[in-house]
């Protein structure tokens, strides 16, 4: 049997996992990423799979190369090549350890009573003096922090793991769940924070057994066998069964004069612990009273939030597709700006902008949206969570297209003292998100997460560099044409990389049925003058897009194609090291 870690430092990310016969696949999904059960061929997205023989490892990875490792020391690894555990890799941006669990015996912990007293002077002479007032304070300000995050929110457990690090001083700590299996309950790691990783980053859950036994603080006064000293203590779900454990692990290296665990210190892991222990209750019961004073309906429709009422589960984070807008307004923070320099000043600014967004809810909520939250100057929005809407995709193209109907009253009541018009962009897109509450006792804030919300939002800001909203992905694009729906127009304007997202993007056009959208060149002209551009045929291109006014797609892409053709005309003849791409970068908008 082999276990499996994976740590990725920038996004305080950590799973482990025992590697089954059929071996195990780590596939790279951004902004996310998991371990799943062989096969990888035919995955979305780029992929590692190991496959395991008597000890050692075998790597293979997709066609696309995107996860190649090598050892910690840079070293690359052949395509199936097999490799000897224990090992530490390195993949894109990810650390990779696997070996056999630990077998050497651990002698037993000490358990602390809760009200034993610190016997540092003792142990002094091995574990140096007591912490200094300064540390004590940055404790205790630590865990005054971790008791103001909800339990809901992911950083809430990284943040638990890391104050076992710093600032108690333990090289690395897990946060785990005490989940029941069929023989027996299993520990899963929530969060872990690896000071060091080239010292290991599996957690050696064999450390907690004493919990089984006796739900205190355990710890080790003395090194184990292994060179490493532990400190230990469980947390409790809101009936009072033991639900996870704290740990901190101390390893023996040079110039770390710490050989065990101080009383003190295991004090402050039972602390950590009792703290996650009230954050769990503490969310029980602000879910319970968030029903009982209706501040469901705050954030829902009342419809939606008596069903809420009746099934609280609605409310869990889960998967599931959803269609995401985003609509901003544009040129707001300069009018802003501009108004409060020529005397009208902040009030009717804010008084332009709530007009802009009472219109904009009313428009989500007559489509039957769920508002997810205002930004700024815009808001955002998503069908089909918490409540199944089959027609999710039609809603919002629907709801885009309202948008800008119902700014046109406010433009044209506003022009005069404005002098210039209202924009508006709007951008939509379909697909997979994390959904679920991630508010407050004090308020609900039911919202979704992943690459299809940021990708809305990209979309969005798309439509100011191209010059035409609403703009939607592919994805609604093809979804409409699937359901024939009739009264839309999508219009392909351009494939292009935008900022954040790892796939290129096929960007469409959304009007009404009878209306073509407004190109700046007639459709077909457009059509013929982006396929000619993608064909790498410039020329033809931009013979096509001659006339084409400012502002306008058609100008934007005139604007690329001029592009190509000075980046070609500036490099050397035969020089393809730098081949023409049709993807247009969005990066930058």
């Known amino acids: 049997m082999l276990e499996i ?8 990310r950590f799973e482990q996992r025992v590697i089954s016969e059929r071996g195990i696949v780590l596939l790279a999904d951004p902004p996310a990423w998991k371990l799943i059960d062989p096969p990888a061929d035919g995955l979305n997205g780029p ?34 090549q097999w490799i000897e555990a224990p090992a530490l890799l390195a993949v894109a941006d990810w650390l990779i350890e696997f070996g056999e669990p630990a077998e050497l015996a651990r002698r037993p912990m000490t358990a602390l009573e809760r009200r034993q007293a610190p016997r540092e002077s003792a142990l002094e002479p091995a574990l140096g003096s007591g912490p200094a007032p300064a540390t004590l304070t940055r404790w205790f300000e630590a865990i005054a922090t971790l008791s103001r995050w909800s339990t809901g929110d992911e950083e809430f457990w990284r943040t638990a793991a890391q104050m076992v690090v710093d600032p108690i001083g333990f090289d690395a700590a897990y946060v785990l769940r005490r989940e029941p299996e069929a023989t027996k309950p299993v520990w899963r790691v929530v969060a872990a924070r690896i000071g060091n990783p080239k010292q290991g980053l599996r957690c050696d859950t064999r450390t907690l057994a004493s919990l089984a036994t006796s739900p205190v603080a355990w710890f080790d006064n003395t090194p184990q066998p292994d060179g490493t000293a532990s400190a230990c203590a469980p947390w409790f779900a809101a009936d009072g069964e033991l639900a996870g454990a704290v740990l901190g692990v101390r390893r023996v290296y040079e110039g770390n004069e710490r050989r065990g665990v101080r009383h003190l210190e295991t004090n402050l892991v039972r602390l ?37 009422e009746r099934d609280a589960d609605l409310l869990r984070g889960q998967s599931r597709e959803v269609s995401v807008l985003f609509a901003d307004l544009r040129e707001f923070s300069r009018r802003f700006h501009t108004q409060a320099e020529g005397g009208l000043g902040a009030v009717v600014a804010y008084e332009l902008l709530g007009e802009v967004m009472d219109a904009l809810s009313d428009v ?22 918490p409540l199944d809407q089959p027609e999710h995709t039609l809603l919002a193209a629907r709801s885009a297209i309202a948008c800008d109907a119902a700014l046109a009253p406010i433009d044209a009541a506003w022009r005069n003292r404005l002098g210039e018009p209202l924009r508006l962009g709007v951008g939509v897109h379909t697909g997979r998100a994390l959904v679920g509450n991630v508010g407050s006792r004090l308020r609900i804030k039911y919202g979704a997460r992943g690459e299809t919300v940021n990708l809305a939002a990209r979309v969005e800001r798309a439509t100011k560099a191209i010059g035409i909203s609403p703009i939607v992905t592919s994805a609604v694009a093809t979804r409409l044409e699937a359901i024939g729906a009739a009264e839309f127009r999508t219009q392909r304007l351009c494939r292009a990389r935008l900022a954040g997202i790892e796939q290129a993007t096929d960007l469409y056009a959304l009007s009404p049925g009878g209306t073509p959208p407004v190109l700046g060149v007639d459709s077909e002209v457009y059509a013929a003058a982006l396929a000619s551009f993608e064909a790498d045929r410039l020329e033809a291109a931009k013979r096509s897009l001659r006339d084409a006014p400012p502002g306008t797609p058609a100008a934007f892409l005139a604007a690329r194609v001029q592009a190509a053709k000075d980046a070609r005309r500036g490099r050397r003849a035969g020089d393809h090291s730098k081949p023409f791409s049709p993807i247009v970068s969005l990066v930058e908008a």
Request: positive net charge.
């Open 47 to 80: 992929w590692l799979e190991l496959r395991h023989l008597k000890g050692q490892l075998r790597v293979r990875t997709d066609a696309s190369r995107k996860l190649s490792p090598t050892r910690l020391n840079g070293d690359r690894i052949p395509e199936r």
């Open 5 to 12: 870690a994976v740590l990725h430092p920038s996004a305080a």
């Open 272 to 308: 950590v612990a009792e703290t996650i222990t009230s954050g769990v209750a503490r969310r029980e019961q602000e879910a319970s009273a968030a029903r009982r004073r209706g501040l469901i309906e705050l954030a829902f429709s009342r419809p939606v939030a008596e069903r809420i």
């Open 364 to 385: 989500i909520a007559e489509h039957n949206g769920h508002l997810i939250d205002y930004y700024g100057d815009g808001l955002a929005a998503m069908w089909n969570a």
